[in-house]
């Protein structure tokens, strides 16, 4: 019985001691810095549900009454629903074709050990290297020789072209992880390689594919730019797109925008939740792979 009191003493001691100023120090400035991250989003979920006099008079207190009046003028005066559907198409078609296409291009590079898979897979890598900008009007002009500028699916060949690269690096890395003797019995019974991707390998990939889905999502869903260059100026093209235009020509109706940021928000936030189990996983275990 003294004996497991001392060890008990030790442990406690032990314990005590690797509490260290540091650890304290670094844990306070991640709350500051995730305060700070948090803030912006609190006042605009707050603002969407205050008045535009509300906003002017104290952005920072809390709303008198729940208004949704910027909710109504949002949906029923302006384009803004139009802009959500876009935004929700280029997203979820976008997402859907890189997880079709990405995930088995990334399968054979990494089971077919060649020069020209070698070759492809060292192409695709050095596609990040380049910046946007670098080959943005040519991109423009060649969309615009194929027919495709101007229409949704101009953003859309965009994003999964985007993705090919850090799409093709993080899912060779988990395939490579996987044991080739499942693959093998699977074609002893008779699976075709395309069977054996989609019902043996695939499975298996679901932490990375979820990684790649936040990941691709919140830039497809984010981005201003594309849209704002691609699309046609006469009529409603993204949710960003709008909001910015909104803080442009209703710069006295704050309500109104904030409305539209939190309309922007949300989506995004359920889909995080949802999938943030799997994201975690799949970076750690990129991480280890690495």
């Not at 306070?28 to 605009?44: D, M, R």
């Not at 384009?79 to 054979?108: H, Q, R, W």
């Not at 043996?200 to 691709?216: D, E, G, H, W, Y």
């Not at 797109?241 to 409305?259: K, L, N, P, Y």
């Amino acid at each position: 019985m003294q004996a497991a009191n001392v060890k008990t003493r030790e442990t406690v001691k032990y314990k005590k001691e690797r509490v260290k100023p540091g650890h304290v120090i670094l844990f306070a400035v991640l709350i500051l810095l995730g305060l700070l991250f948090i803030a912006p989003l609190f006042i605009s979920f707050m603002s969407a549900f205050k008045t535009n006099g509300e906003i002017l008079k104290n952005p920072l207190s809390f709303p008198s009454s729940l208004y949704t009046g910027g909710f109504e003028y949002l949906f029923a005066k302006t384009d803004f629903p139009k802009a959500f559907f876009n935004s929700i198409f280029l997203t979820v078609v976008s997402e859907c074709l890189i997880i079709l296409i990405i995930p088995m291009g990334a399968y054979g590079i990494a089971r077919t050990k060649n020069k020209l898979s070698t070759a492809i897979y060292t192409f695709f890598l050095a596609g990040m290297m380049i910046p946007f900008q670098a080959y943005m009007v040519a991109l423009f002009r060649e969309l615009n020789t194929v027919g495709i500028f101007g229409t949704l699916a101009g953003p859309i060949v965009i994003y999964i072209a985007g993705a090919t690269g850090f799409g093709t690096l993080l899912f060779t890395s988990f395939v490579s992880g996987i044991s080739r003797e499942i693959e093998e019995a699977a074609q002893i019974d008779g699976c075709s390689s395309l069977r054996t991707f989609w019902q043996i390998v695939f499975p298996l990939l679901k932490p990375c594919t979820a990684s790649m889905v936040i990941l691709n999502g919140l830039g497809i869903w984010n981005d201003y730019l594309m849209p704002s260059l691609v699309l046609p100026s006469n009529g409603a093209k993204t949710i960003n797109v709008e909001i910015f235009r909104f803080a442009g020509e209703m710069s006295s109706r704050w309500d109104i925008v904030f409305s539209g940021v939190v309309c922007g928000i949300v989506p995004i936030l359920i889909v995080f939740f949802a999938l943030q189990g799997y994201f975690v996983k799949g970076i750690t275990a990129g991480a280890a792979k690495g």
